[in-house]
């Protein structure tokens, strides 16, 4: 991925914002496809009552298995597989303008720093649009069994999940968790597109004696998509336990009485609420930011950019 130069001619920035923008939408759809399964069931260990309904992830995947078949680890897929194939197009893109913003006020190569910083402010930028597609994919998630809500009505699926949330609880329901959403997402992807880029330029050195990135070949993107995949997901993962807890349940009326409430169930020695559904997320985020970073340099390569 050709990401530190910008090219002199201006007027091809505007195909090069748009390659971004379809190339991201790629890789959006490859990392729902292959890791939607283990999303359902990392949301489904954070939302559990206490006491819990699943002793571990395997509990869960095997009674999930069980009550509602394969196609209860897609439940709710049909939000991400739009959002996020539109999400990740945006963040992609995002990144593309800051690198290349970055890029105009210098000559010289950017720094890994710069890459990454540029990450993380596309990641603020994708925070406004990740957060109604996950509160709807939560919702739709954990609408299920001994967790579903007594007298509620279950939704038939994302637009009448949307269509409701909207007419109950206004424009702002559609964005509760926004706060929390964006401190989880600029780290997050401060560290994924840093290690992504970093990983490359570093298997690139070893290969080929120079750290240059752009002449990564596909297992070496596979590689680097993969561990920078988990690497967003180490420093995020209490941020991403209270938005899922908000956005499930509305006791809470703000992200600080979630975040309180959380506190409250470690001091009283149940630290391990911290790591629900924590497995399944790193089983998760190695194949689905492979597969993320596959599709999308191999669409900016079939697009000649």
């Known amino acids: 991925m050709e990401t530190v130069g910008v090219t002199e001619d201006r007027q091809e920035l505007v195909p090069r914002a748009i390659g971004d923008f379809i190339a991201g939408t790629m890789g959006g759809w490859a990392q729902v496809v292959v890791g939607h399964p283990f999303d359902t069931i990392k949301v489904r260990m954070q939302t559990q009552p206490s006491p819990p309904i699943y002793s571990s992830s395997m509990d869960c995947l095997r009674a999930t298995l069980k009550g509602e078949g394969a196609a209860g680890l897609y439940k709710g897929v049909t939000s991400p597989l739009a959002g996020i194939g539109f999400c990740n197009a945006v963040v992609f893109a995002a990144n593309g303008f800051f690198l290349r913003l970055f890029q105009s006020n210098s000559s010289e190569p950017l720094t890994l720093g710069q890459k990454a910083m540029a990450g993380g402010l596309a990641g603020g930028v994708m925070s406004f649009l990740n957060c109604p597609v996950e509160l709807l994919k939560v919702k739709l998630q954990t609408q299920f069994g001994a967790a579903a809500v007594p007298g509620h009505k279950p939704y038939t699926g994302v637009l009448n999940c949307g269509v409701r949330t909207f007419q109950e609880r206004g424009f702002a329901g559609l964005y509760r968790g ?46 680097a998509g993969g561990f920078a995949g988990i690497s967003a997901w180490l420093g995020a993962y209490p941020q991403d336990v209270i938005k899922s807890r908000m956005q499930m349940n509305y006791k809470y009326k703000s992200t600080r009485e979630a975040a309180q409430a959380l506190s409250q169930e470690i001091k009283g020695g149940n630290w391990r609420v911290l790591f629900r559904g924590f497995g399944p997320t790193i089983l998760r985020a190695f194949p689905a930011n492979a597969a993320t970073f596959v599709a999308y340099e191999w669409t900016v390569k079939t697009l000649g950019l």
Request: proline content about 2%; hydrophobic content about 45%.
């Open 178 to 223: 926004l706060g929390i959403t964006i401190l989880r997402d600029i780290p997050s992807f401060w560290a994924y597109f840093g290690l992504y880029e970093g990983l490359k330029m570093a298997f690139v050195y070893r290969r080929l004696g120079e750290a240059d990135g752009s002449k990564s070949n596909g297992i070496e993107q596979f590689l």
